[in-house]
C-alpha cells in the first residue's frame, strides 16, 4: 500500500527542442549537457539515491516558514550529486549564492504570492 512517506510531488516543465541539426551539439538536453555544460550526467548507486531521498523527504509544505529550509534541503541533494567539488566549486560560490537568491526570489514571488517581497521590475 502507499503511503504518504513513500510519496514525494514535483510539479515542472521541462521543454526540449528536437532536431538534430540543432545547435553544435545535436540540441535538446544534449546541447545542455556537451554543449553548454549547464546540466552532467552522473553514475549513482542506490545509496546515493537512498540519501537524496531522504533529504528531499524532509521538506516541508511550502510556505513562507518553510522557505529557507527546502531550498537548503534541495541544494543540499544536489550537492551530493554533483561531480563538481573542490577548488572548481569553491570559485563558483558567488554565481550559487546568486542562483541560490535567484530562486528563492523565484518562488517566493510565483508559488507564494511574494510574501518576501522579492518583485523585481525590469
Same mark, same amino acid.
Given at each position: 500500500?502507499?503511503?504518504?512517506?513513500?510519496?514525494? +510531488?514535483?510539479?515542472? +516543465?521541462?521543454?526540449?527542442?528536437?532536431?538534430?541539426? #540543432?545547435?553544435? !551539439?545535436?540540441?535538446?538536453?544534449? $546541447?545542455? +549537457?556537451?554543449?553548454?555544460?549547464?546540466? $552532467?550526467? @552522473?553514475?549513482?548507486?542506490? =545509496?546515493? @539515491?537512498?540519501?537524496?531521498?531522504?533529504? #528531499?523527504?524532509?521538506?516541508?509544505?511550502?510556505?513562507?516558514?518553510?522557505?529557507?529550509?527546502? @531550498?537548503?534541503?534541495?541544494?543540499?541533494?544536489?550537492?551530493?550529486?554533483?561531480?563538481?567539488?573542490? $577548488?572548481?566549486? =569553491?570559485?563558483?560560490?558567488?554565481?550559487?549564492? #546568486?542562483?541560490?537568491?535567484?530562486?528563492?526570489? !523565484?518562488?517566493?514571488?510565483? #508559488?507564494?504570492?511574494?510574501?518576501?517581497?522579492?518583485?523585481?521590475?525590469?
Amino acid at each position: 500500500t502507499l503511503q504518504l512517506h513513500d510519496t514525494m +510531488v514535483f510539479s515542472s +516543465v521541462s521543454i526540449w527542442e528536437k532536431g538534430t541539426g #540543432l545547435g553544435m !551539439y545535436g540540441g535538446g538536453l544534449q $546541447e545542455q +549537457v556537451d554543449g553548454l555544460h549547464s546540466m $552532467e550526467v @552522473i553514475e549513482v548507486d542506490d =545509496h546515493q @539515491i537512498h540519501n537524496v531521498w531522504q533529504i #528531499l523527504a524532509n521538506q516541508n509544505v511550502l510556505t513562507k516558514e518553510a522557505l529557507d529550509t527546502n @531550498i537548503d534541503a534541495t541544494i543540499r541533494a544536489w550537492n551530493l550529486m554533483s561531480s563538481d567539488r573542490g $577548488e572548481k566549486a =569553491h570559485r563558483h560560490k558567488s554565481k550559487e549564492r #546568486l542562483a541560490t537568491a535567484a530562486l528563492k526570489a !523565484y518562488m517566493a514571488r510565483n #508559488l507564494l504570492g511574494d510574501p518576501l517581497n522579492t518583485l523585481v521590475e525590469l
